[in-house]
């Protein structure tokens, strides 16, 4: 009886019953030929075979009809398209939403931990199908290849590499499920210990509310870890957060290294499930490459480097010449990072080669000469009054007699002094100085002569500013009554961000945190370009920072971190731990669903009939009757 129900099941049926009534066709077929006169040639003897060969017609009248190929051939092609007439089809046992899957594999952080996602290839293979579709999960979902067959998939899928962002399962399993026909097969393959975006929970319940199954594999591995989970700039410090996820306390050893050279060795204790600071000193004064390195056997390796990037243009050299070595402008831009301050004395002057030269004391003339010189072939210059400070070709100003307690205004807003409510600062001496031809003032007394207290102009190739803030001098520069304390612009909380915005208004802004990045981010270049990776050379117009390392990028590097405590956290704490509809790899086998669907067989029918067409008029030319 099995056998039966399966015979009929795989048997020829017709969706259109009614289109069988065109196998009559055959009839008036039968008929033509049997009415159709035909010329025989025969030759007679005797008058004796007449009756003989009458006999013979009559028992030949059907032979004749299987020695013509032409009826044969005709035959045939109205039983096939009187068949293709009436839709025929049979049951045919195939793969639910056509054979497709959709495989999504965990590309995350963590992922690298004790083999993982090696171990998630590993099952990723076990479910291939008629047509693969291959996800890999991170921070942004990444297509590896779609409807690929079971070979290709299986070749991409080797090649694959867990990268070092976070994961949102949520987004790759939308992807896929718009990918899908009802009754697909999506399988997520991940350690399901954090994410981004919604659970991956609700994810499976809306692609499995539109048919399609949804199955979540958990791969797992050693938990055992200490990273480093955070870093960021300090002044001109950097400060690294280095997290014990083991239980007991361990001691860390930590070796920081500038451009290849041994910086700094040291070594912590961190108690178990906590966390301890590190600090580079003065890290902003080394350009080049900084890699911080904790020496810990650990399931996760790719938490245990931090890199930071310092390019050479964000540091700022300042060479101050001065008499006055407790001046505040020195303090002050001791503070700004990035900037480093050496200090020189009038009567002794070393190179002045690629720094900012800031001078608040008279000089020599063989110094002076010197300045002249640098400037103009380019360098910057920041002459700040003093006492005794008379006129100079370098001089933006001419100054004149000494003038007592004025108010200050803005002459033209820059940078130098936006957001610094400069007005407020009271002056009790200054020059009354004169803007000479092509100088541009920027700050000026509220006296009516306007004289200029803070002004520039270029001096062949380079730039020299005048500041008529001059420094205080004295013991006590805080004593309003001290002759020597010409203004109180240092006492005001701005001072430091006056030297800053001038600072960066000669060189320009750079922000380090352009050179340094979290993993995760993309950027976007307005043409393809050449980018090379911490480990291979990629072309391409958007770039997904995947891996911890450094990136050249055309302008500029940047230093890449994972710093992300919950991936290199490696205890599920997550949906492995939560949800029971996730399997482990030893809990599930893949057995493909399948589902009885109409093939329909008009089309191979009426293949079938044109190929008998043909036939007939190949035959026809043959016989010589076309």
Same mark, same amino acid.
């Given at each position: 009886?099995?056998?039966?129900?399966?015979?009929?099941? *795989?048997?020829? &049926?017709?969706?259109?019953?009614? /289109?069988? =009534?065109?196998?009559?066709?055959?009839?008036?077929?039968? !008929?033509?030929?049997?009415?159709?006169?035909?010329?025989?040639?025969?030759?007679?003897?005797?008058?004796?075979?007449?009756?003989?060969?009458?006999?013979?017609?009559?028992?030949?009248?059907?032979?004749?009809?299987?020695?013509?190929?032409?009826?044969?051939?005709?035959?045939?092609?109205?039983?096939?398209?009187?068949?293709?007439?009436?839709?025929?089809?049979?049951?045919? +046992?195939?793969?639910? $939403?056509?054979?497709?899957?959709?495989?999504?594999?965990?590309?995350?952080?963590?992922?690298?931990?004790?083999?993982?996602?090696?171990?998630?290839?590993?099952?990723?293979?076990?479910?291939?199908?008629?047509?693969?579709?291959?996800?890999?999960?991170?921070?942004?979902?990444?297509?590896?290849?779609?409807?690929?067959?079971?070979?290709?998939?299986?070749?991409?899928?080797?090649?694959?590499?867990?990268?070092? +962002?976070?994961?949102?399962?949520?987004?790759?399993?939308?992807?896929?499920?718009?990918?899908?026909?009802?009754? /697909?097969?999506? #399988?997520?393959?991940?350690?399901?210990?954090?994410?981004?975006?919604?659970?991956?929970?609700?994810?499976?319940?809306?692609?499995?509310?539109?048919?399609?199954?949804?199955?979540?594999?958990?791969?797992?591995?050693?938990?055992?870890?200490?990273?480093?989970?955070?870093?960021?700039?300090?002044?001109?410090?950097?400060?690294?957060?280095?997290?014990?996820? *083991?239980?007991?306390?361990?001691?860390?050893?930590?070796?920081?290294?500038?451009?290849?050279?041994?910086?700094?060795?040291?070594?912590?204790?961190?108690?178990?499930?906590?966390?301890? =600071?590190?600090?580079?000193?003065?890290?902003?004064?080394?350009?080049?490459?900084?890699? !911080?390195?904790?020496?810990?056997?650990?399931?996760?390796?790719?938490?245990?480097?931090?890199?930071?990037?310092?390019?050479?243009?964000?540091?700022?050299?300042?060479?101050?010449?001065?008499?006055?070595?407790?001046?505040?402008?020195?303090?002050?831009?001791?503070?700004?990072?990035?900037?480093? @301050?050496?200090? %020189?004395?009038?009567?002794?002057?070393?190179?002045?080669?690629?720094?900012?030269?800031?001078?608040?004391?008279?000089?020599? &003339?063989?110094?002076?000469?010197?300045?002249?010189?640098?400037?103009?072939?380019?360098?910057?210059?920041?002459?700040?009054?003093?006492?005794?400070?008379?006129?100079?070709?370098?001089?933006?100003?001419?100054? /004149?007699?000494?003038?007592?307690?004025?108010?200050?205004?803005?002459?033209?807003?820059?940078?130098?002094?936006?957001?610094?409510?400069?007005?407020?600062?009271?002056?009790?001496?200054?020059?009354?100085?004169?803007?000479?031809?092509?100088?541009? $003032?920027?700050?000026?007394?509220?006296?009516?002569?306007?004289?200029?207290?803070?002004? =520039?102009?270029?001096?062949?190739?380079?730039?020299?500013?005048?500041?008529?803030?001059?420094?205080?001098?004295?013991?006590?520069?805080?004593?309003?009554?001290?002759?020597?304390?010409?203004?109180?612009?240092?006492?005001?909380?701005?001072?430091?961000?006056?030297?800053? &915005?001038?600072?960066?208004? !000669?060189?320009?802004?750079?922000? #380090? +945190?352009?050179?340094?990045?979290?993993?995760?981010?993309?950027?976007?270049?307005?043409?393809?370009?050449?980018? *090379? +990776?911490?480990?291979?050379? #990629?072309?391409?117009?958007?770039?997904?920072?995947?891996? @911890?390392?450094?990136?050249?990028?055309?302008?500029?590097?940047?230093?890449?971190?994972?710093?992300?405590?919950?991936?290199?956290?490696?205890?599920?704490?997550?949906?492995?731990?939560?949800?029971?509809?996730?399997?482990?790899?030893? &809990?599930?086998? =893949?057995?493909?669903?399948?589902?009885?669907?109409?093939?329909?067989?008009?089309?191979?029918?009426?293949? %079938?009939?044109?190929?008998?067409?043909?036939?007939?008029?190949?035959?026809?030319?043959?016989?010589?009757?076309?």
């Amino acid at each position: 009886m099995v056998f039966l129900d399966s015979f009929y099941a *795989n048997s020829m &049926q017709f969706a259109n019953g009614a /289109g069988l =009534y065109a196998l009559l066709s055959i009839i008036p077929l039968i !008929i033509i030929y049997l009415l159709r006169p035909r010329a025989k040639k025969i030759k007679i003897p005797s008058v004796m075979f007449l009756l003989d060969i009458e006999k013979k017609k009559r028992l030949n009248i059907f032979r004749k009809f299987l020695k013509d190929p032409l009826f044969l051939i005709q035959l045939l092609a109205l039983i096939i398209i009187s068949l293709s007439i009436a839709a025929p089809f049979i049951m045919a +046992t195939e793969e639910a $939403g056509g054979g497709s899957t959709v495989i999504i594999l965990d590309g995350s952080g963590s992922m690298q931990a004790d083999g993982r996602f090696t171990k998630a290839v590993t099952e990723a293979n076990k479910f291939l199908s008629a047509k693969n579709t291959i996800i890999l999960a991170q921070s942004i979902p990444l297509m590896v290849m779609k409807e690929a067959p079971a070979s290709s998939a299986a070749d991409a899928l080797s090649k694959l590499k867990a990268k070092a +962002t976070s994961v949102d399962l949520s987004s790759a399993i939308l992807l896929g499920r718009r990918m899908l026909p009802e009754g /697909g097969r999506i #399988v997520v393959i991940s350690d399901f210990i954090s994410w981004d975006g919604d659970s991956p929970a609700i994810a499976k319940k809306v692609a499995e509310a539109s048919g399609i199954k949804v199955d979540f594999i958990t791969v797992s591995g050693r938990t055992d870890n200490i990273g480093i989970v955070d870093g960021w700039f300090e002044s001109r410090d950097y400060k690294v957060v280095i997290k014990n996820f *083991n239980n007991d306390a361990r001691d860390v050893n930590i070796d920081v290294t500038i451009n290849d050279k041994n910086a700094v060795k040291d070594t912590i204790n961190i108690k178990g499930m906590s966390s301890e =600071y590190f600090s580079v000193s003065d890290i902003s004064l080394n350009p080049g490459i900084t890699k !911080i390195s904790i020496d810990s056997n650990d399931a996760l390796p790719v938490d245990n480097n931090a890199f930071v990037y310092i390019p050479p243009s964000m540091q700022r050299d300042v060479f101050y010449i001065t008499d006055n070595p407790k001046s505040p402008s020195i303090i002050a831009l001791g503070l700004i990072p990035n900037t480093k @301050v050496t200090k %020189a004395d009038p009567t002794s002057i070393p190179s002045m080669s690629g720094n900012i030269v800031v001078v608040s004391a008279p000089l020599p &003339q063989d110094a002076l000469s010197k300045l002249e010189d640098y400037v103009s072939s380019g360098g910057t210059a920041v002459i700040i009054a003093y006492p005794g400070l008379t006129n100079m070709s370098l001089l933006p100003v001419e100054p /004149g007699t000494l003038g007592n307690k004025t108010s200050l205004n803005i002459a033209r807003r820059t940078t130098i002094t936006d957001g610094i409510d400069i007005e407020k600062t009271n002056v009790n001496k200054y020059f009354k100085a004169h803007l000479k031809d092509n100088a541009v $003032g920027l700050v000026e007394s509220g006296d009516k002569e306007k004289s200029a207290i803070l002004a =520039y102009w270029k001096f062949g190739k380079g730039t020299v500013i005048y500041s008529g803030l001059a420094d205080p001098r004295g013991n006590n520069i805080y004593d309003p009554l001290n002759e020597q304390v010409w203004n109180d612009l240092h006492t005001l909380p701005d001072y430091p961000l006056f030297w800053k &915005q001038m600072l960066e208004w !000669i060189k320009g802004s750079l922000d #380090v +945190t352009e050179y340094n990045a979290k993993t995760g981010m993309l950027i976007k270049f307005p043409a393809s370009v050449k980018v *090379n +990776t911490p480990t291979d050379k #990629v072309t391409t117009d958007t770039l997904l920072l995947d891996e @911890v390392g450094i990136y050249d990028v055309p302008g500029k590097s940047v230093a890449v971190n994972l710093y992300n405590e919950r991936e290199s956290n490696l205890v599920s704490s997550g949906l492995a731990a939560e949800e029971s509809n996730v399997s482990t790899s030893q &809990q599930i086998a =893949y057995s493909p669903e399948t589902i009885r669907k109409q093939k329909n067989l008009d089309i191979y029918f009426i293949m %079938a009939a044109m190929f008998l067409v043909f036939l007939e008029l190949y035959y026809l030319r043959w016989r010589g009757e076309l």
